[in-house]
């Protein structure tokens, strides 16, 4: 995040900026100097994972997973250290915005993409995967001026609340139809309603053509899976 933190030093005008930490994704190269070894094994499955047809590769490294418990800490502690970098990179900004007092008036959202399978039940990285290792993945704010500091909410909520969200918070329109809703009455104290939250993937065994692909679904409610 240093783009961002010298450009917020040197811009006192109101923003809007995205900050994207890549550390805990797939290679899981970017651990240093939190963690310096990678068992070779690791290394052979990410070599023909990157080919097209992975499978046999990810059942031979679960095996071994399951096997050889100094392997699975290695491969856990490769992804623990790009954790412990995105941390660091937050705390980075943070740090950014109290320096130059923008935390005060500043809404501060953290947010995951997708989460990672580290190989429970056979699966790995993300794509295609709609385990919830994948699909539970932590959202937290600070917002300025609300006193719900270290709240936890349970309720099932979806990416596509994000926007309807943002939007709410700053008392902006909708631009037309959204998909998600506002979760700004969760955070004053009321009831939402519960809705599914619905998660897709695609394998594109014909290319890039949509229409041959084949697409799964999980829906999750508060209480099932399907």
Do not use: C
Request: aromatic share 8%; hydrophobic share 40%; charged share 20%.
């Amino acid at each position: 995040p240093s783009e961002f933190v010298g450009w917020l030093t040197s811009d006192e005008s109101p923003f809007f900026a995205v900050v994207h930490l890549r550390q805990a994704h797939y290679p899981y190269t970017d651990g240093l100097p939190y963690t310096e070894a990678m068992d070779p094994r690791v290394s052979t499955w990410m070599n023909a994972s990157y080919g097209l047809s992975r499978s046999e590769a990810d059942r031979t490294f679960a095996q071994q997973l399951q096997t050889d418990p100094n392997l699975r800490a290695n491969f856990d502690a490769l992804y623990d250290a790009g954790v412990r970098r995105v941390d660091q990179s937050v705390a980075d900004v943070l740090k950014a915005l109290e320096a130059t007092g923008a935390d005060k008036n500043t809404i501060i959202i953290a947010i995951s993409g997708h989460g990672e399978a580290l190989g429970e039940e056979g699966a790995f990285v993300h794509e295609h995967v709609l385990a919830d290792e994948v699909l539970r993945v932590p959202w937290v704010m600070q917002l300025p001026g609300w006193n719900a500091r270290h709240t936890v909410f349970d309720d099932v909520v979806s990416q596509v609340d994000l926007l309807p969200t943002v939007l709410d918070l700053l008392q902006l329109p909708a631009p037309g139809v959204l998909d998600g809703r506002s979760l700004v009455p969760l955070l004053r104290g009321q009831p939402l309603d519960s809705v599914p939250a619905l998660s897709q993937t695609a394998d594109f065994k014909h290319g890039s053509d949509k229409n041959k692909s084949i697409w799964r679904e999980v829906v999750n409610t508060d209480t099932h899976r399907y």
